[in-house]
Protein backbone atom coordinates (compact mmCIF):
# COMPACT_ATOMS: atom_id res chain seq x y z
CA UNK A 1 0.00 0.00 0.00
CA UNK A 2 2.71 2.65 1.15
CA UNK A 3 4.28 2.02 -2.60
CA UNK A 4 1.10 2.41 -4.30
CA UNK A 5 0.44 5.96 -2.32
CA UNK A 6 3.49 7.00 -3.48
CA UNK A 7 3.37 6.29 -6.70
CA UNK A 8 0.16 7.93 -6.92
CA UNK A 9 1.77 10.71 -5.61
CA UNK A 10 4.77 10.93 -8.44
CA UNK A 11 1.85 10.22 -11.07
CA UNK A 12 -0.36 12.99 -9.89
CA UNK A 13 2.99 15.61 -9.91
CA UNK A 14 2.92 15.92 -13.47
CA UNK A 15 0.04 18.03 -14.04
CA UNK A 16 -0.38 19.68 -10.38
CA UNK A 17 -0.31 23.60 -9.76
CA UNK A 18 2.53 23.97 -6.42
CA UNK A 19 2.39 26.34 -3.48
CA UNK A 20 4.66 25.34 -1.17
CA UNK A 21 6.61 22.67 0.98
CA UNK A 22 5.64 19.98 2.73
CA UNK A 23 8.36 19.76 5.67
CA UNK A 24 8.11 16.18 6.88
CA UNK A 25 9.80 15.24 10.08
CA UNK A 26 7.78 12.01 11.45
CA UNK A 27 7.63 10.57 7.98
CA UNK A 28 3.60 9.54 8.71
CA UNK A 29 1.14 12.38 7.42
CA UNK A 30 -1.92 12.26 5.02
CA UNK A 31 -3.26 15.04 2.89
CA UNK A 32 -6.87 16.99 3.27
CA UNK A 33 -8.76 18.68 0.64
CA UNK A 34 -11.42 20.86 1.29
CA UNK A 35 -11.08 20.37 4.93
CA UNK A 36 -11.63 16.12 4.62
CA UNK A 37 -8.36 13.72 4.52
CA UNK A 38 -8.26 12.32 1.19
CA UNK A 39 -5.13 10.61 0.94
CA UNK A 40 -2.14 8.92 3.33
CA UNK A 41 1.60 9.45 2.73
CA UNK A 42 4.60 7.39 4.35
CA UNK A 43 7.57 9.55 3.08
CA UNK A 44 11.71 9.70 4.34
CA UNK A 45 11.85 12.91 6.61
CA UNK A 46 12.77 15.72 4.14
CA UNK A 47 10.85 18.91 2.16
CA UNK A 48 8.86 17.91 -0.51
CA UNK A 49 6.27 19.68 -3.18
CA UNK A 50 2.85 20.66 -1.88
CA UNK A 51 0.04 20.73 -4.38
CA UNK A 52 -1.90 23.92 -3.77
CA UNK A 53 -5.55 22.79 -3.18
CA UNK A 54 -3.93 20.55 -0.69
CA UNK A 55 -2.78 20.75 3.40
CA UNK A 56 -1.00 18.33 4.88
CA UNK A 57 -0.96 16.78 7.99
CA UNK A 58 2.07 15.02 10.00
CA UNK A 59 1.02 12.57 12.45
CA UNK A 60 3.21 11.01 15.04
CA UNK A 61 3.55 7.44 13.91
CA UNK A 62 2.38 4.54 11.79
CA UNK A 63 -0.66 3.82 14.62
CA UNK A 64 -1.86 7.25 14.58
CA UNK A 65 -2.19 7.25 11.01
CA UNK A 66 -4.09 4.33 11.11
CA UNK A 67 -6.46 6.16 13.22
CA UNK A 68 -7.06 8.29 9.67
CA UNK A 69 -10.29 7.66 8.10
CA UNK A 70 -10.45 8.55 4.46
CA UNK A 71 -13.24 10.40 2.62
CA UNK A 72 -13.72 8.76 -0.83
CA UNK A 73 -15.94 11.63 -2.06
CA UNK A 74 -13.58 14.68 -1.43
CA UNK A 75 -10.76 12.36 -3.14
CA UNK A 76 -13.14 11.93 -6.20
CA UNK A 77 -13.64 15.49 -5.97
CA UNK A 78 -10.16 16.60 -5.92
CA UNK A 79 -9.37 14.32 -8.91
CA UNK A 80 -12.35 15.65 -10.52
CA UNK A 81 -10.28 19.53 -10.16
CA UNK A 82 -6.95 18.02 -11.46
CA UNK A 83 -9.06 16.18 -14.45
CA UNK A 84 -8.21 12.76 -13.87
Do not use: W
Amino acid sequence: MNKAIILFFIMMTATLCYAGTLVVKTGYGYYKYQGQPIMMYEFPPGNYTLESSLEAVEVADRSALDLVQLNSQAMNAYQHSIGK
